[in-house]
Structure formats: structure tokens, C-alpha cells
């Protein structure tokens, strides 16, 4: 067993504010400081790049970045925010519409595999002035991995096929782009539901290969599929005939399958699992997906490979109709299942809990 620190932060105010909370919160705990401030410094010319992506499609979060920089006395170069652009997410994520569940209300599971020294294991809900009101966890503090907002829009994403990292034998990113956990929150933090969140980020110019789920109260919800800075996507809604949407980390849309026609097999004995497991069903309850969530694979959908950066970091639940996010960290279910509400203020917390690392073989 592994011991983790799991946190939860409140986060209101301006954009600067915010940063500059998340700030302190490291100053005083060297773990954190270690982790989000590196000696190796990026250019300033990329800072100057990335910021201007930030400004064109995250508007204020450059603002958040430079409050947190403040609060630590670092220089923006030295953030590793901006260099870190290798992250792979390998995860499962399913969207059931009202008629599949037993509380005739749209659903969004998903696991989130990764490294369990990468993972921020953090959940923030986050007021910023003039932005939506949101819940996720983050990524590198200022992103996010998945989350809903006030409105009822939930985002869920994976990677899609080859990772697009610049490292051997992996695909190269094509140009100077978007990075899922910018994209999530940006979604999160501007759109009220699936129109607007596929109007917004039809233009986005997006590096990373990945799959997204968005899923909103009303019953729409759309798989949208990045491959190469190209998108393409699928839609539901109540008067399709289709009631579940889900994806691991292979493409399933038919514009990209001959760019990435591979697949890893566990990607798709996923998949199957899934489609097996839900396709034909109804009255499909919370406790049933937390049990696929937590169920090793290949009987479930849980991995304990943390050495191999496949390991399960979090499993989570989304309700956008309800207003709840349900956690339960490490893939483990006596970490136990915490439930949050988007309309009450979280409570800052620090909680040690424990992962099981499978060993390497």
C-alpha cells in the first residue's frame, strides 16, 4: 500500500485571487512547491505563445497563473505549467441518458487512469468573477481533468490513440496548441450546456488526441473526438434512439478511423466491457456503475499499474441535473465514496488515504 494526500479547495474571488489562494496553499506545504515549481525554465517566448492561447480561449486564467507565481515570489518561467505537455490519461468514461437510469436523470461515469506522483488528487470548486461556477479536479492546479458547472454541463475526457508527446516513438504534436486540461475548463468556465460547448470548441486549435464526453441536464450529449487538430463528433438526445455514449482511449467516429485504424487492447476490451455490461439495460443504478468503476480489470474497469502511469487515481460519478459529484480516490472503495453539491461551498481539506500499486511483473 501507498500512502496519498487527497485535497479539496474552495476557490472564489477574481481570477488573481484564486491564484493567488492556490498559491499560499503551496508556500506552506514543500510537497506542493516541489511539484508545480521546477529549476528548469521555460522560455519566454513559449510563455508568450501560451498565454495568448490562454487569453483567446480561457480568458483569465493567465491572471490565475500570474496570482500564484506572485504568492510564491517565482518568475512564470519556472511554473511547470508551462512545461509539462506529456500527460496521457488512459481512462473509461460512459454518458447515460434519463431513460437508462433508475433515477430518470442523465448520468456521466468515469475512471481516470494515471500516475499516482503525477496526479494532483485534488477536487476544487471554483467561483471566479464572471465565469460559470464549477467542479472538477484539476490538473497542474489550473486545469482540469473532467468537472460540471452551475449550469449542468459535465465534461469527461480521455487520450485517443497514439499519445501526442514530444518524446521517441510517439506521435508529434503538429503545431503549438491546446492541451486537454485547458480545454476542459475552459468549456467548463464559458458554456452552459452540449450547443455551446461544441460552437465553442470547434475552433479551438487542440494538440492533444483525445476523446470528450459532455453531457448536460437536459439530455443532450455528444462524444467529440480530436485527432491531429481536426474534430469530429456524435450526438444524442432524448428523441434519439440511442441511450448511452462511452470511450476509452481508441477512436470509434468514422472520420478518423483511417488516421488511427490501432487500438491498444485493453482500450478495447474496455470498450466491449462496457457496451456488454449497459447497452441493452435499464434502471441502471449509481451503485452499479461505482461497482464496474471499482472492479479490477478485466472483470471491471479498475487498474493498480501506477508504475506504468495506468494506474486508477480517481472514479467518479457526475449528476449535472442533480447538482453532485460523487469521488472516490485511488480506486479503492474503502477510500470511500464523498459527494458534493454545486450550489454549497466546499470545505478546504487535506485527507491521507491510501492506493494498492500492483508490482511491475
Partial sequence: MEPIETRTYNLRGSHYAIGYQLGKQAASNEYLKAKYVVK?????????ETNALLERWCPG???EIQGFADALNVHLEAL???TMTCYVPNCSHIALLSNKTDMKQPLLARNYEFSNELEDFCLMRTEAEGKYTHIGTSMLQFGRDDGFNEHGLAVTISSCGMPVVNLAHMRKPQFNGLQYWV???ALLENCKNVEEALAYIKEMPIVFNMNMILLDKTDHAALVQTMDGKIAYRQIDADSHEEMLHATNHTVLPQFMHIENQAFPHSITRYHFIENELKDKRHITKAQLKDMLLTKYPQGLCFHNYAENFGTTKSMILAPREGTIEICWGGQAKNCWQIYDIAKP??????EM???IDPLP
Fill in 40 to 48: 528548469a525554465a521555460v522560455d519566454q517566448k513559449q510563455i508568450r
Fill in 61 to 63: 486564467l493567465t491572471e
Fill in 80 to 82: 511547470v505549467f508551462y
Fill in 183 to 185: 480545454v476542459v475548463r
Fill in 346 to 351: 466546499m470545505a478546504t481539506t487535506l485527507t
Fill in 354 to 356: 491510501q492506493i494498492e
